[in-house]
């Protein structure tokens, strides 16, 4: 049954093709397979780097943008410090420029109030003196300036012994000597009365000296060094410029309360 | 070579003194020569990138599957192992499933070439024996576990070398004859069914073959591979225990 030359031709067959195949077959197969395996497994490494770096850099992304959102609220808060910082040193200029303007405003207000007043005091009391000269004139064909010495004149006279006796202290210490002042030139005869009526009321040897004087509106004055006596239109008129100044500051004080309630409803 | 003879080594083609060319040796020529085209054809052009030929993929499979099985069995790295079991599983498939090609006469069912396949394994067993634990450490395992096992290990060596040759034999002379008597007696049908169940045959009697005698290689290794670790594991636990 057994051929034993086949047995052994078998055997070297069998030895040759395993030489073959181990060189055509599995040494090439086996070196393909492992080369594939190392690629994979190299490609795999190579991912995971990349994947590792990629995470990395995803952090880092992170982590900047997170430092950028810090630096920006940083910022926006610096930014909100100085525009609120800014806007309160505005506001004080602009109070103290609002407040400057008000005083200013109140003072112009005031000087032209006064202007307005004293105005108003030198025409009423032209214009009163000249009506009173022209009525005294043609209801009892008097002159004003003879009534105003003879009025002043009776008060003179009137004066108590206190006031007398100080008076003529007064003359003698400003060597005998007097002023009346007047609003307007004196005829003579009215200078001779006063002069008289002054020597027989305080000192014999006085000097009377007649002057005029715009402080007076319509009325006469004695002046000595400490005194002084007086008679004019004006302290009637201290009333009317009363009650003209009451009314122009009660005017004033109402344009200005419109006018903070009409800023009050612009803002 | 007629249904008389019952190995193709009875058909002699070329004679001369004892030397003789018979249809076993002719046939094995051919499976020789077609297993050395088909695996030059398949690795002229190998690729180690996903995108490679059928014929690349095919081969990767079949070794692939091989040197997972002698991994499977052995339990040891395949790379030992594969030119041999390779070998012995191919040209045994080859020469079994060819076997349905009209006119081709399997070397496999002829004695003399299973005989000279289970004496290869006979000696590779001693030899991957001995060149994996020595010549001293190999010769131990017939006397193990007492030397009266010896006669029985010698027995049992050449029995199973004898039941390797055997079985193929039998089996592959026996699927060959039946189809050749059915073909006589039902030429229409019957042979093609008794030829696909001679395939599934002759694969599997390839990788019984194949099989045991990586076993019987590995029963031969493995033994020092056990003793080594046991050895490993002792001094392990003395070293933990001092």
Redesign the interface.
């Known amino acids: ?11 070297v ?2 030895l ?3 030489a ?3 060189y ?3 040494g ?6 492992e ?2 395996q190392q ?1 994979i497994a190299s490609q795999w490494d190579d991912a995971q780097q990349q994947r590792e770096q990629a995470a990395k850099e995803i952090d880092d992304a992170r982590r900047k943008n997170r430092q950028l959102d810090e630096q920006r609220e940083q910022m926006l808060a610096t930014i909100r410090d100085e525009v609120e910082t800014h806007r309160q040193e505005l506001m004080v200029k602009v109070r103290f420029e609002v407040s400057e303007q008000q005083s200013r405003w109140s003072e112009a207000i005031q000087e032209e109030t006064a202007a307005f007043l004293r105005d108003l005091r030198r025409r009423t009391s032209e214009e009163v003196g000249t009506i009173a000269r022209r009525a005294l004139h043609d209801l009892a064909d008097v002159d004003l300036e003879r009534q105003i010495v003879n009025h002043f004149l009776s008060k003179v006279r009137q004066l108590g012994e206190d006031e007398q006796v100080a008076v003529v202290a007064s003359l003698r210490e400003g060597n005998h000597a007097a002023v009346v002042q007047t609003t307007g030139e004196l005829t003579d005869d009215l200078k001779h009365l006063i002069t008289d009526t002054l020597r027989r009321c305080f000192l014999d040897d006085l000097e009377v000296r007649f002057e005029k004087s715009d402080d007076l509106l319509c009325g006469i004055a004695l002046q000595t060094d400490a005194h002084k006596l007086a008679w004019d239109l004006r302290d009637y008129l201290g009333s009317l410029e009363h009650e003209v100044k009451q009314t122009l500051e009660e005017e004033t004080a109402m344009r200005k309360s419109q006018r903070e309630e009409a800023a009050k409803v612009g803002s | 070579m007629s249904i008389k003879d019952l190995s193709p080594d009875d058909a002699v083609l070329w004679q001369w003194e004892f030397a003789s060319l018979n249809y076993t040796i002719l046939y094995t020529w051919i499976v020789m020569a077609l297993m050395v085209l088909v695996s030059w054809l398949a690795t002229r052009r190998l690729t180690s990138r996903p995108q490679m030929s059928r014929w690349q993929n095919f081969l990767e499979i079949v070794i692939g599957t091989i040197n997972n099985q002698i991994r499977d069995v052995s339990q040891q790295k395949p790379e030992r192992y594969l030119p041999f079991i390779g070998t012995l599983f191919l040209f045994i498939v080859t020469s079994n499933l060819l076997a349905v090609v009209p006119g081709f006469h399997a070397p496999t069912a002829s004695l003399s070439t299973t005989a000279a396949l289970a004496i290869l394994v006979l000696v590779a067993v001693p030899v991957y024996g001995i060149a994996h634990q020595g010549f001293i450490g190999y010769l131990r395992l017939y006397v193990h576990p007492t030397p009266l096992m010896l006669p029985f290990n010698v027995i049992g060596e050449l029995s199973r070398t004898l039941a390797l040759a055997v079985r193929l034999f039998g089996n592959m002379m026996s699927g060959a004859k039946i189809g050749a008597i059915l073909l006589a007696i039902a030429p229409l049908f019957f042979p093609i069914v008794m030829h696909a169940l001679g395939l599934l045959t002759g694969l599997i009697q390839a990788y019984i073959f194949a099989i045991l005698a990586l076993v019987y290689i590995g029963s031969a290794t493995q033994a020092h591979d056990t003793r080594s670790r046991l050895r490993a594991e002792h001094n392990t636990a003395r070293a933990e225990a001092d």
């Not at chain 1, 034993?4 to 055997?11: L, S």
């Not at chain 1, 090439?28 to 397979?33: H, N, P």
């Open positions: 049954m057994i051929d034993w030359f086949t047995v052994i031709a078998q055997i067959n069998f040759i093709l395993l073959l195949l181990k055509f077959l599995y090439r197969i086996l070196a393909a397979m080369k594939r690629d």
